[in-house]
């Protein structure tokens, strides 16, 4: 009979929480550095590129099998959806909207997962609680959007807004396809591969949004390329990887409270480094959208919310 694996000492959870919760908070305030400088889609396609890269070396080296033609496929479009589609809006959006201001409207993402669960064939029925969250979560975003105190004293962006929410819609339908998609891919694996697919889909992209052209090196800052290099090796890889670990080891509700930690992280790094200035209108539409979030992520009923965000940042 084979022999259980021990359960996780204490100080191995509070470090793992803490990477999910400070790291991947902090990677909002990371893009907004990056893109300072860096051509939006060419900074995140060439991200995932070489920590998909670097991670399928890794595994193999560790002797992963090399993956079918099937699992390549299938996590190539999960790929798709949740990074090209889901990071990329996020990352374009992040040159207009304050860093705490996209990781609130981003934190909305497990909002969108429900609806899509729903929608999805066989998928669950929300309860009316998180149907009053929902109702709560996108009152929150109307708040945000509209005129008054935001940092530019006329709203917000109102193509970063749409795009932003459209970056959940598709986190969204790739979580649940994700969930839902048979591939017999390792968990990390599909990781690579994923990262593999949305990276070349961000680097298609930056070839029709002319990224290259634009790309100048003397002019691109050290803080944008240290900032690059943090996505890579931080959020790429020992957040993702605590991310794997936490969801094998701790109950998945408890996981799933990086949805409306992160935003909060994100807001206080933005005013700390970037002077984003933190608003009535900003502390009240925060409180309502991770008070949405909070409720839909709690509900012991409902799975779906412990997918992570688009930022995976």
């Given at each position: 009979?084979?022999?259980?694996?021990?359960?996780?000492?204490?100080?191995?959870?509070?470090?793992?929480?803490?990477?999910?919760?400070?790291?991947?908070?902090?990677?909002?305030?990371?893009?907004?550095?990056?893109?300072?400088?860096?051509?939006?889609?060419?900074?995140?396609?060439?991200?995932?590129?070489?920590?998909?890269?670097?991670?399928?070396?890794?595994?193999?080296?560790?002797?992963?099998?090399?993956?079918?033609?099937?699992?390549w496929r299938i996590n190539g479009v999960i790929g798709?959806?949740?990074?090209?589609?889901?990071?990329?809006?996020?990352?374009?959006?992040?040159?207009?909207?304050?860093?705490?201001?996209?990781?609130?409207?981003?934190?909305?993402?497990?909002?969108?997962?429900?609806?899509?669960?729903?929608?999805?064939?066989?998928?669950?029925?929300?309860?009316?609680?998180?149907?009053?969250?929902?109702?709560?979560?996108?009152?929150?975003?109307?708040?945000?959007?509209?005129?008054?105190?935001?940092?530019?004293?006329?709203?917000?962006?109102?193509?970063?807004?749409?795009?932003?929410?459209?970056?959940?819609?598709?986190?969204?339908?790739?979580?649940?396809?994700?969930?839902?998609?048979?591939?017999?891919?390792?968990?990390?694996?599909?990781?690579?591969?994923?990262?593999?697919?949305?990276?070349?889909?961000?680097?298609?992209?930056?070839?029709?949004?002319?990224?290259?052209?634009?790309?100048?090196?003397?002019?691109?800052?050290?803080?944008?390329?240290?900032?690059?290099?943090?996505?890579?090796?931080?959020?790429?890889?020992?957040?993702?990887?605590?991310?794997?670990?936490?969801?094998?080891?701790?109950?998945?509700?408890?996981?799933?409270?990086?949805?409306?930690?992160?935003?909060?992280?994100?807001?206080?790094?933005?005013?700390?480094?970037?002077?984003?200035?933190?608003?009535?209108?900003?502390?009240?539409?925060?409180?309502?959208?991770?008070?949405?979030?909070?409720?839909?992520?709690?509900?012991?009923?409902?799975?779906?919310?412990?997918?992570?965000?688009?930022?995976?940042?």
């Amino acid at each position: 009979m084979p022999t259980p694996a021990p359960s996780p000492s204490r100080s191995q959870l509070i470090a793992a929480f803490a990477a999910i919760y400070l790291i991947w908070g902090s990677t909002y305030l990371a893009i907004r550095v990056a893109v300072f400088t860096l051509p939006p889609f060419l900074m995140a396609g060439s991200r995932f590129l070489i920590a998909g890269t670097l991670l399928l070396a890794f595994l193999k080296l560790r002797g992963a099998p090399w993956p079918t033609a099937r699992q390549w496929r299938i996590n190539g479009v999960i790929g798709l959806l949740l990074l090209f589609c889901g990071n990329g809006l996020l990352v374009w959006a992040s040159q207009v909207i304050p860093s705490g201001i996209t990781a609130l409207l981003i934190g909305m993402g497990p909002l969108f997962v429900v609806l899509t669960e729903w929608a999805w064939p066989g998928g669950s029925r929300p309860t009316v609680t998180t149907m009053i969250a929902l109702v709560m979560g996108f009152i929150g975003v109307g708040w945000l959007a509209g005129p008054g105190e935001t940092a530019a004293h006329g709203g917000i962006n109102p193509a970063g807004l749409v795009a932003l929410l459209f970056a959940c819609v598709f986190w969204a339908i790739g979580s649940i396809y994700s969930r839902h998609a048979q591939h017999g891919a390792d968990t990390m694996v599909a990781a690579a591969l994923q990262m593999l697919g949305g990276g070349s889909g961000l680097m298609i992209a930056s070839l029709l949004h002319r990224d290259f052209a634009r790309f100048d090196p003397a002019r691109v800052s050290l803080h944008s390329v240290e900032a690059w290099a943090y996505l890579i090796f931080f959020g790429s890889f020992l957040g993702f990887s605590a991310f794997v670990w936490l969801m094998k080891n701790a109950p998945p509700a408890r996981v799933a409270t990086f949805a409306y930690v992160n935003p909060v992280v994100a807001v206080f790094l933005g005013w700390l480094f970037l002077d984003e200035v933190i608003t009535s209108r900003i502390l009240v539409g925060s409180a309502i959208i991770v008070a949405a979030v909070a409720t839909i992520t709690m509900q012991k009923s409902q799975p779906v919310p412990t997918v992570a965000s688009p930022k995976r940042k």
